[in-house]
T-cell receptor, first 117, second 113 residues
Framework: DTAVSQTPKYLVTQMGNDKSIKCEQN?????MYWYKQDSKKFLKIMFS???????INETVPNRFSPKSPDKAHLNLHINSLELGDSAVYFC????????????????FGAGSRLTVL | GEDVEQSLFLSVREGDSSVINCTYT??????LYWYKQEPGAGLQLLTY?????DMKQDQRLTVLLNKKDKHLSLRIADTQTGDSAIYFC?????????????FGSGTKLNVKP
């Protein structure tokens, strides 16, 4: 069973289109994240939700909108895609709360590679 | 700030030891983590260390923490070709702050047979 699953794994689209990436975790974790990894492998947090509530919203263009229908799901919708949005997007989850370092251990999905042409 | 820095590349021969280094700037960091990313995959936790520890050993992995210099290292003994991957160090401020991790840029380890 995949703990954190993302779909699609690959996404190729034209500039200006709108696309979504979905993420689901079956670990019972309370906190979910979206990270962006650029071509140089630099990993930067975009959003974090705890129990469906947005708790981190980094400096990300408004074209990016996360949605968490329940604590097991965190989707990422991107409007008006630009060339610079090409990257690998990773979903992650953590137990959260008080519980030592284990509470903050991130479990990552396999990533969704977005290519904007 | 929360800058975490790593060297970009390391190349070793199979059977040798690898040492991957990381420096961080936030002295309030409480936990420091090492993650491994294999090609085409997400990051997987290797190990972590609490900031009041100097060393942690886990099988072939040894983590050393110099809190005064804000320097973290990961030593892999008897490096194997399967260890070839990108290794990220990360810091978080407190174990209960689920808000943010700060990742280094990753060190690409190449193990030559």
């Amino acid at each position: 069973d995949t703990a954190v699953s993302q779909t699609p794994k690959y996404l190729v689209t034209q500039m200006g289109n709108d696309k979504s990436i979905k993420c689901e975790q079956n670990l019972g974790h309370d906190t979910m994240y979206w990270y962006k990894q650029d071509s140089k492998k630099f990993l930067k947090i975009m959003f974090s939700y705890n129990n469906k509530e947005l708790i981190i919203n980094e400096t990300v263009p408004n074209r990016f909108s996360p949605k968490s229908p329940d604590k097991a799901h965190l989707n990422l919708h991107i409007n008006s895609l630009e060339l610079g949005d090409s990257a690998v997007y990773f979903c992650a989850s953590s137990r959260g709360g008080q519980g030592g370092p284990g509470a903050n251990v991130l479990t990552f999905g396999a990533g969704s590679r977005l290519t904007v042409l | 700030g929360e800058d975490v820095e790593q060297s970009l590349f390391l190349s070793v021969r199979e059977g040798d030891s690898s040492v991957i280094n990381c420096t961080y700037t936030d002295s309030s960091s409480t936990y420091l983590y090492w993650y491994k990313q294999e090609p085409g995959a997400g990051l997987q936790l290797l190990t972590y260390i609490f900031s009041n520890m100097d060393m942690k050993q886990d099988q072939r992995l040894t983590v050393l923490l110099n809190k005064k210099d804000k320097h973290l290292s990961l030593r892999i003994a008897d490096t194997q070709t399967g260890d070839s991957a990108i290794y990220f160090c990360a810091e978080s401020k407190t174990p209960y702050n689920f808000n943010k991790f700060y990742f280094g840029s990753g060190t690409k380890l190449n193990v030559k047979p």
